[in-house]
């Protein structure tokens, strides 16, 4: 198994994050997903391992699981992809948590 991928994302980006990761993971990422994980990351912080949420992320290209967790006091959103075996979906994952701490 590889390593995470590790980043942050500005947390108003989180949901275009999780629609694109999805979408290259095969997974059809709905307003239901949406309304589970932005009730679960309310309670969630980063210096806390114990605080982070995982979601799953099941598709038919890739199976990944999504941790997430809030920085307290602050806009950021803290995130490890697993699962992304291969290379193309690791650099797309690692690109996406660059561009949406971009902007």
Do not use: C, K
């Not at 949901?15 to 095969?26: I, K």
């Not at 391992?49 to 006091?73: C, I, K, M, Q």
């Amino acid at each position: 198994m590889t390593e995470s991928i590790d980043g942050w994302i500005w947390g108003r980006n989180l949901r275009a994050f999780l629609e694109v990761l999805s979408h290259f993971a095969g997974y059809e990422f709905d307003d239901t997903d949406w309304r589970t994980i932005e009730a679960a990351v309310q309670d969630t912080d980063d210096e806390n391992p114990d605080l982070w949420y995982a979601y799953p992320l099941v598709g038919v290209n890739a199976t990944l699981e999504v941790s997430l967790a809030r920085a307290v006091g602050g806009e950021e959103m803290s995130i490890r992809v697993a699962g992304a075996e291969a290379p193309e979906l690791r650099l797309r994952a690692d690109t996406l948590l660059s561009a949406f701490a971009a902007g």
